[in-house]
């Protein structure tokens, strides 16, 4: 079967990108090759596929006019420039927006570069930046705090440096990263918070081995706060914490089965500290700076509550079936070490969250299909924390700032503790796009801090409960692609106090194709 891929070398497909959802749809299609997991991205196309190309299968009235320059040992390209404003009218919402802040008001990014590859090395600049105005909304005892009205942002974004070889790749990247196999939300790694400063040793293309194929990433970077904005983590409440930088180390791997096509099944793991504790840890390398290949249990261990790190493990899979042009998706993870094997099969949901998915694609011919997906994700406190107390996730103690960066949570946006139920459809034509989607998102339902006010089984008193519908599209115009994604969110016992409250939270991006 041909594959829509090519040979050359080309930029990465950003996480949040409208190229990045279409790849996979495609895939379903049997468009692009199975190997893939799409559990690990940016997508590196190179060798799998190539951004014009994709753009020009979907709709060959789109001719790209490249900005770039080729010669026998160098090549420099421009790469897509993006304005994306988002707006909310009532209160902060929204998440996978990397860069951008929970606000209520207008913000707008604007994102683009260039990328360049001799030999080996490449080198690919996508700075952002980023200004907006927060405005003041509705805040509880428990939600929100005073804004700070006009604010402006510089980053990186979605830049790289990087030696690729053989199939892998080895740099430093300030790159959002997407591991696991969700759509719309992921337990462990998404682009809801700004990418992060990390170095690199990855796998950029599916590798084939005896017994199926591999794909892996190890980074090592540092997560940083903002003293300007609450936490997502603490209901977006300013926590006077230190501002000291933590040391962040992270590990994914996926395998396809070779007697099992279309199958992949894999795990990750993280560890955080401050920098002033790496000196706690052991002496030896592997503990100080790699601790993602230590021990599992905390039995094996030597004295691993003292060491103050904090660590998050999940392991997930997900399975195409080709005939159908669907897939289904699970991934399930703990915020805490088991003690031991016993500690593991006697309590296995003690501090546990799960997401689970399916997505249907109906061809209705050649270019154009229709997109069933529907997505759940459970993370409040299961009742076992009425015997033993897991915290919320994404929070577990040692680290206070949580699994945060730039006090965005990393893994699912919609908030600590939280449970989400997406439904959606949308119909394809090229690069036109058409959908609706329906979401309920039930913030915090089982409270976690034993001195707040509680009912039977850890519920909360007042359970604050978002119902969104939205409306999302996407139109080519020449060289310009907009997209546009508008959310009606009807919140009830907001913030956890009060009665109803409603919002309008829209989302243009404009993307003009060199």
Not at 90 to 112: C, S, V, Y
Not at 116 to 132: D, H, K, M, N, Y
Not at 189 to 202: D, V
Not at 347 to 373: C, E, M
Request: hydrophobic share 35%; aromatic share 16%; net charge positive.
């Amino acid at each position: 079967m041909m594959y829509l891929h090519n040979i050359v070398h080309a930029q990465s497909l950003p996480v949040g990108y409208f190229e990045d959802d279409i790849a996979r749809a495609l895939q379903l299609q049997g468009k692009i090759s199975p190997s893939l997991s799409f559990t690990q991205r940016p997508l590196y196309n190179h060798k799998l596929l190539v951004r014009d190309s994709l753009l020009v299968y979907l709709d060959s009235s789109y001719h790209p006019q490249k900005q770039d320059y080729k010669s026998k040992w160098f090549q420099v390209e421009a790469l897509p420039v993006s304005i994306i404003t988002k707006n909310n009218t009532t209160f902060p919402f929204g998440w996978n927006d990397g860069l951008m802040e929970p606000a209520r008001g207008r913000q707008t990014l604007i994102a683009g570069g260039a990328y360049a590859r001799t030999g080996p090395l490449s080198i690919q600049l996508q700075p952002e930046i980023i200004w907006g105005n927060k405005k003041k909304y509705d805040i509880t005892r428990e939600y929100g705090d005073e804004t700070n009205g006009p604010f402006q942002r510089i980053w990186f974004g979605q830049s790289n440096i990087l030696i690729s070889a053989a199939g892998m790749s080895a740099g430093i990247s300030t790159e959002n990263l997407w591991w696991g196999p969700g759509r719309y939300s992921s337990l462990f790694m998404s682009n809801n918070a700004p990418g992060f400063f990390h170095y690199t040793f990855k796998s950029n293309r599916p590798l084939k081995t005896p017994i199926g194929y591999f794909e892996w990433n190890i980074v090592s970077g540092t997560l940083k706060q903002d003293t300007s904005f609450g936490f997502e983590n603490f209901y977006l409440k300013k926590i006077p914490f230190s501002d000291a930088n933590r040391f962040f180390n992270a590990i994914t791997v996926s395998y396809q089965p070779k007697w099992i096509p279309g199958f992949f099944i894999g795990a990750n793991r993280s560890f955080q500290m401050y920098e002033a504790d790496i000196n706690l840890q052991d002496p030896n390398f592997i503990e100080r700076y790699l601790p993602v290949f230590s021990i599992f249990f905390k039995q094996n261990t030597n004295n691993e509550d003292q060491r103050e790190r904090d660590q998050l493990v999940n392991i997930f899979t997900r399975w195409l079936f080709p005939k159908t042009q669907a897939e289904f998706y699970f991934e399930y993870g703990w915020n805490d070490h088991k003690y031991n094997n016993r500690d593991f099969i006697i309590d296995p949901v003690h501090a546990a969250s799960y997401l689970l998915g399916f997505r249907k694609i109906q061809p209705l011919n050649k270019k154009q299909w229709i997109d069933f997906t529907t997505e759940i994700v459970q993370m409040s406190q299961t009742p076992d924390f009425l015997v033993r107390n897991a915290g919320n996730w994404y929070e577990h103690g040692l680290v206070r700032q949580g699994y945060t960066n730039m006090n965005q949570i990393m893994g699912a946006g919609s908030g600590k503790g939280n449970n989400v139920q997406t439904f959606a459809t949308s119909w394809h034509s090229g690069l036109s796009m058409l959908g609706i989607k329906s979401q309920r998102i039930q913030h915090d339902p089982v409270q976690a801090n034993a001195q707040s006010k509680v009912v039977t089984l850890g519920q909360r008193e007042h359970i604050w409960t978002d119902y969104v519908f939205s409306l999302e599209g996407r139109y080519r115009y020449k060289n310009w692609l907009v997209n546009i994604n508008v959310n009606w969110v009807k919140a009830a016992k907001f913030g956890f106090e009060f009665g109803k409250r409603k919002n309008v939270s829209s989302v243009i991006a404009l993307n003009y194709l060199w």
